[in-house]
């Protein structure tokens, strides 16, 4: 199994998006998730950077600026998905990663505050 750390930047930047009303509250994850296309489409446009910003967790053994690099994508890389932050703690979970799950647990708590 691949050991992943908890994406810092990925987690300030999801802060960011709930303080300012970017995200959807009822949403069919499987359906609205970035799929392959929409990752090389965002690529495109966008830096590698801003590319793991929507990711909560980084595979340590795999190579920067690769797609094999991020895990846990958390939105549709416009918003924050309360889904996306139900399904990253619900992996970390089932994969025994307690750091991810935590910080997937605390924006998902961050979310529910904001959108009262």
């Known amino acids: 199994m691949a050991s992943y750390s908890v ?6 930047h999801a802060r960011r998006l709930i303080d300012a009303r970017q ?10 998730q970035p799929r392959a296309d929409d990752e090389n489409a ?14 909560l967790g980084l595979n340590d053994e ?18 924050v998905h309360r889904t996306g932050l139900i399904a990253c703690q ?18 998902l708590q961050r979310l529910d505050k904001a959108s009262a």
């Open 7 to 12: 994406n810092d930047r990925a987690i300030a």
């Open 23 to 32: 995200y959807v509250l009822e949403s069919e994850w499987g359906e609205v």
């Open 42 to 55: 965002f690529l495109k446009g966008h830096t590698w950077d801003e590319y793991a910003e929507w990711h």
């Open 62 to 79: 795999a190579t920067d600026e690769t797609k094999s690099r991020y895990a846990f994508v958390y939105g549709d890389f416009r918003r």
């Open 90 to 107: 619900y992996r970390a979970a089932e994969w025994r990663h307690k750091e991810i799950e935590l910080a997937a647990h605390e924006l």
